[in-house]
């Protein structure tokens, strides 16, 4: 597929250009979407002590690429403060600003600056083209890592990042950076099959 189709816009979910307020509407729309799905993707889970195993990887992952960065960002942050202001969307149903300060905070700050770089990769067609699916989701989860142990290493120390913020969750990421890859691009494909020629 080429990524330089002019009759495609550069992010898979884009907003109808139909005036001010239309526009408003549909934002908010795509927001309230986004934060439901990576809200419902962090109830699927398996518990692992001290960080659980959860699809709220693959859902930021998704929005962020579907969205682009700008509106892909603003919707993982207006997840995070759903969850800080009390709604019930981390994993487990948890809220509250205690879950950002907690062992899984780095994570869900780093799902925020992944966001806007898997959005970014997103625009310039990173999500359009299998292996470069692959390529974007491995930076955003590996963004993710960086920030989720810099903060557990505060609660286990630095010796046992690795086994208890790492390792229990390379195969269900690499499970989760499969999924993105085909769905993504096929995406594009029934996107690029339905537009103007």
């Known amino acids: 597929?080429?990524?330089?189709?002019?009759?495609?816009p550069r992010t898979?979910?884009?907003?109808?250009?139909?005036?001010?307020?239309?526009?408003?509407?549909w934002t908010a729309l795509l927001v309230v979407v986004g934060v439901t799905v990576i809200a419902l993707s962090a109830q699927v889970r398996i518990e692992l002590f001290p960080v659980p195993i959860t699809g709220q990887t693959l859902g930021v992952l998704l929005v962020a690429a579907a969205y682009g960065s700008r509106l892909g960002g603003a919707t993982v942050g207006a997840y995070l403060i759903a969850g800080i202001e009390g709604a019930h969307v981390f994993q487990g149903g948890t809220f509250g600003v205690k879950v950002l300060g907690g062992p899984t905070g780095g994570y869900l700050i780093g799902f925020l600056v992944a966001a806007l770089i898997v959005g970014w990769l997103a625009e310039r067609g990173w999500d359009r083209v299998p292996w470069l699916t692959v390529a974007a989701m491995v930076i955003g989860s590996?963004?993710?890592?960086?920030?989720g142990v810099s903060v557990?290493?505060?609660f286990v120390g630095w010796g046992k990042v690795w086994a208890l913020g790492v390792q229990p969750f390379l195969l269900g990421d690499a499970i989760k950076v499969a999924i993105a890859a085909g769905v993504l691009p096929a995406a594009w494909r029934l996107k690029q099959w339905g537009a103007p020629r």
Do not use: E, K, Q
């Open 1 to 8: 597929m080429s990524l330089s189709n002019p009759t495609l």
């Open 12 to 25: 898979l979910v884009s907003i109808p250009d139909t005036g001010p307020a239309a526009r408003v509407l």
């Open 152 to 154: 557990l290493s505060g």
């Open 142 to 147: 590996l963004v993710i890592y960086a920030f």
